[in-house]
């Protein structure tokens, strides 16, 4: 009996679908400036909390110095020392968050803070410094696909990158798209709905799914399986199973 896409990803790979779409719908910060990156970042959040069981989470290894001085910085916190190290070894956070925490408590620990204030300012760099990274690592990808660039490619990419960071801190106009053409997004996304996959996917039932997550794909789906197959032959697609092989 054949099964469509959507029986094939089951319930929870249609609720990740369905939350592509609903973030991809969300509209880019026009500029840098904090009223559109708070504005951004609160409609992500929403849609985030509406699917808490989707993201991938892990837990947090941190230290009872870290975790007192947590709590001094925030006195709010209705548990005690003992109870929030029991809560971080036995509970699972985002992955994006866990990280955040340790690179935190890392940073911390190195230069042994002792005042609230500055301990904020160090969970702001951590912030920062998380987010700069994915930036910046998906940004190269765009720019230079999976293959080892040479020097002046990488030079090159580099400088187009500190420009278009550059204007967008400036706020000058509408804030663009990064440089690159490699289509990472586009294939993160793909390799995302193939780790919900309960039996492997067509290339055509891929096409349907990546389009009911809200993407622009190309009418013919037959062009669509033709960049699936560039894609992973370059590397940026690795989830895809083919059919024919399962059956055999």
Not at 6 to 19: S, W
Not at 92 to 118: G, M, T, Y
Not at 201 to 226: H, I, M, N, S
Request: charged share 30%; net charge positive; glycine share 6%.
């Amino acid at each position: 009996m054949k099964h469509s896409w959507e029986e094939k990803l089951g319930q929870q790979g249609l609720q990740f679908v369905e939350l592509s779409a609903k973030l991809r719908r969300i509209r880019h910060p026009s500029t840098l400036g904090p009223i559109e990156i708070k504005r951004w970042v609160k409609e992500q959040k929403a849609v985030f909390s509406a699917y808490p069981d989707l993201g991938a989470k892990r837990k947090i290894n941190l230290d009872a110095q870290f975790v007192r001085a947590l709590l001094r910085a925030n006195p709010d916190y209705e548990l005690n020392e003992e109870e929030m190290l029991w809560m971080f070894e036995s509970e699972e956070f985002p992955v994006l968050r866990a990280e955040e925490l340790e690179l935190h408590q890392r940073i911390f620990l190195d230069l042994e803070a002792d005042q609230n204030k500055r301990f904020q300012a160090y969970g702001a760099v951590a912030s920062g410094i998380t987010l700069l990274r994915r930036l910046f690592s998906g940004g190269f990808k765009k720019q230079l696909g999976t293959k080892k660039p040479t020097l002046f490619k990488m030079f090159t990419a580099l400088a187009q990158s500190l420009e278009w960071l550059g204007t967008a801190l400036r706020g000058k106009g509408t804030l663009k798209d990064a440089p690159g053409r490699v289509p990472v997004e586009l294939a993160g996304l793909v390799d995302a709905i193939l780790t919900h996959q309960k039996e492997p996917l067509t290339p055509k039932e891929l096409y349907y799914a990546v389009k009911a997550a809200g993407w622009e794909v190309p009418e013919d789906p037959e062009a669509f399986r033709l960049w699936l197959f560039r894609a992973r032959k370059e590397g940026l697609v690795k989830n895809f199973r083919s059919s024919r092989t399962e059956s055999t």
